[in-house]
């Protein structure tokens, strides 16, 4: 596929599986060797760091597979999951900020070989992705395994749960926006501490705002349930969106810019996911009169077209990784990755 001149993977240290560097990432052999499954709350969360402890928040206690889930993946009927995605017209072109500067509409280009937008999401999307992201997170380690020792063998050196988070969400939120995969070492030991409550707050307030969680993060104009739930809160759709714009992604867009460029030192391949985290913001910052609802549309239904076999969104993902209990390394990059994805509606939209 199309490679951006200005990413170098040979020498990143990294491969786009999620592999990063050699012989600083030797596997720990507790990687995985407790079983956690049936523990009653949070034991090991990155709020309590301490010994070495395994890789946080890899583990999770076992679900059954509900019946939601498995529609999503075998494309039965009920709510639309596991239908084709609708022909919504909006696949990613570049706006007018990126015409013209090479490296930036590189980047935007190679998105549309690895997004796709799904179909209309309900709240059968939104059960079902909180279960399948139960098995993500016991895969995660298969799937990743030198950026999950790399975690683990952070939260035994760094005793410090704010830059093993803030590190890896940023790894997370390069990998989603950017496609580009950044050595979690070198990020967290290059983070500094006092850039992560900002950020951390922003994060929860994204989360946590009504104009993403109302509808069980879902957006559906065309669906009358919806629209009558969201007159609790919202007088019009474009309403929610603005707010969904400039209330609940702009500071985020903001926080997320000094600990980006912080990154900068750490290599060459940061300055994709920080060009993009500063145009995020200029987005956010613009005046949204006619527009917006169509753009937050596109941020609600986009997803990873590599990683889900059911139709289901990234910001599901988002919430489901944000909610999962204990919230450690993994949950963190989780939540950096998918909100990169849903930034990139927004970049890459028209």
């Known amino acids: 596929r199309f490679e951006p001149p200005f990413l170098h993977r040979a020498n990143m240290g990294c491969t786009h599986s999620g592999g990063c560097g050699r012989s600083a990432f030797a596997p720990h052999s507790r990687l995985l060797s407790e079983d956690h499954s049936g523990y009653p709350g949070p034991s090991s969360s990155t709020s309590s760091v301490q010994g070495r402890p395994t890789l946080l928040g890899a583990v999770s206690k076992r679900q059954e597979v509900n019946a939601d889930v498995d529609m999503a993946c075998r494309g039965g009927s009920g709510s639309g999951i596991g239908k084709a995605p609708q022909a919504l017209g909006k696949c990613l072109s570049l706006p007018k900020q990126l015409r013209g500067k090479g490296s930036l509409e590189g980047a935007v280009s190679v998105a549309r070989l690895r997004i796709k937008f799904c179909?209309?999401?309900?709240?059968?999307?939104?059960?079902?992705?909180?279960?399948?992201?139960e098995s993500e997170c016991r895969e995660f380690a298969r799937r990743h395994p030198k950026v999950a020792a790399a975690y683990a063998r952070l939260a035994g050196e760094l005793h410090d749960a704010d830059r093993l988070?803030?590190?890896?969400?940023?790894?997370?939120?390069?990998?989603?926006?950017?496609?580009?995969?950044?050595?979690?070492?070198?990020?967290?030991?290059?983070?500094?501490?006092?850039?992560?409550?900002?950020?951390?707050?922003?994060?929860s307030n994204f989360v946590n705002h009504p104009a993403v969680v109302q509808c069980n993060g879902t957006f559906e104009p065309d669906n009358p349930e919806s629209m009558q739930e969201m007159a609790t809160d919202f007088p019009s759709v474009q309403a929610r969106s603005e707010a969904f714009l400039h209330g609940a992604l702009q500071p985020l867009a903001e926080a997320l810019t000094r600990p980006l460029k912080d990154l900068r030192r750490v290599g060459s391949e940061a300055h994709a996911p920080v060009s993009l985290a500063v145009l995020l913001q200029d987005i956010c910052c613009a005046d949204w009169s006619a527009g917006a609802e169509r753009r937050v549309c596109d941020a609600f239904r986009i997803a990873e077209k590599a990683e889900r076999k059911a139709d289901l969104a990234a910001l599901h993902f988002v919430l489901a990784a944000w909610r999962r209990q204990p919230r450690g390394a993994v949950q963190w990059h989780h939540v950096g990755q998918n909100l990169g994805i849903v930034c990139l509606a927004l970049i890459g939209a028209c």
């Open 119 to 133: 179909g209309m999401q309900s709240s059968s999307h939104h059960r079902a992705a909180a279960t399948v992201y």
């Open 165 to 203: 988070a803030a590190g890896a969400f940023l790894v997370g939120f390069s990998l989603g926006v950017a496609d580009v995969n950044i050595d979690p070492v070198a990020v967290c030991k290059k983070m500094k501490g006092e850039d992560w409550p900002a950020l951390e707050q922003a994060i």
